[in-house]
């Protein structure tokens, strides 16, 4: 029986980013040297629990994350850092073999990034850590999914949750480049692909809006119930088959893109949880992700719900004056 407080349950990575900035970012062999450096949270898994706990607490939606720490600096850190959002760490075990991952990211001056991680204990997550979660897989309204951890680790905590009743949105990403288990297509209520994910798994670049309907018909036909196609600048399109539409973009200056697409998934998540339809819960979740690329960082790049409102409310408005 799901409890009476929605719960999103992020399952995935936890990482530590150690983020510079840079002019430009490197070609291959190069050195070129940073403006700064930040050390703060990361992990895709951890991202999007971080930012959907900012927005729950607004919403009345609890949150918890699952996944595995080192016993290390690091998982030590990143536990302080992911309570201090309001994430329930109950779920989140530590790894008494393996460190605790970190991701290198470059940052340009014009927000673009490059991302080498080292997964550490993101990658030995496996069954034992599904069975561990389990009583919260099984009471989980809407579960976040990432590619940051092991695909079959992805595929049993998706079919615990659908068995349980709950929502499961995958995000494709990192694109695996053997592409995504066959099952876990079935399992997938909502895949949520970027444009690079979006080529990757289809051969289609979603440039326009007519692209990712035909990009979108792709992956409803391998299994998925719904697709939203993140088309940044584009805006963004969804259907489940039956309805669609496109939102355009906000009108932001980013800054910073590390986080759209985790803060994106997270508002998505929250707002499937708090009783949204998808079409109004892809157009929250596109103003989370607009404004988490107008601040560095990832984790704390989350916009707070009272700036979400304030940016779909502007937009109503900008909309309503043409």
């Not at 029986?1 to 399952?11: G, I, Q, Y």
């Amino acid at each position: 029986m799901k409890a009476s407080v929605p719960l999103v349950l992020s399952f995935g990575s936890i990482n530590m980013d150690l983020t510079a900035r840079v002019r430009r970012l490197p070609a291959p062999g190069e050195t070129v040297h940073a403006e700064s450096y930040a050390v703060g949270l990361g992990g895709k898994g951890s991202n999007q629990a971080a930012a959907a706990a900012r927005l729950g607490k607004k919403l009345g939606v609890q949150v918890a994350l699952a996944g595995r720490v080192g016993q290390d600096a690091f998982g030590l850190q990143s536990r302080e850092t992911l309570t201090r959002f309001g994430v329930d760490l109950a779920p989140l075990r530590d790894d008494p073999d393996n460190p605790t991952g970190i991701a290198l990211i470059g940052v340009d001056a014009l927000g673009e990034n490059c991302i080498t991680v080292a997964g550490g204990a993101n990658g030995a997550v496996d069954e034992t850590d599904v069975a561990e979660a389990g009583p919260w897989l099984d009471k989980a309204h809407v579960l976040l999914l990432q590619l940051e951890i092991p695909q079959a680790a992805v595929l049993g905590a998706a079919r615990r949750v659908r068995q349980a009743g709950g929502t499961v949105i995958l995000d494709p990403a990192p694109a695996p480049e053997q592409g995504l288990l066959d099952a876990l297509w079935s399992e997938s209520d909502i895949i949520t692909p970027n444009e690079t994910e979006t080529f990757s798994l289809t051969g289609i670049l979603p440039a326009a809006p007519e692209e990712a309907a035909r990009a979108a018909a792709v992956l409803l036909s391998r299994g998925a119930r719904a697709v939203v196609v993140k088309m940044g600048a584009r805006g963004v399109y969804w259907t489940d088959g039956t309805h669609e539409g496109h939102w355009p973009p906000f009108p932001v200056v980013p800054v910073d893109t590390v986080a759209a697409g985790d803060c994106f998934n997270a508002g998505l998540a929250v707002a499937l949880a708090a009783g949204k339809t998808l079409g109004e819960a892809v157009r929250l979740a596109a103003a989370c992700g607009a404004l988490a690329t107008t601040r560095v960082g990832a984790a704390e790049a989350a916009p707070e719900w009272e700036e979400v409102a304030q940016m779909m409310e502007l937009s109503l408005e900008a909309m309503a004056t043409r």
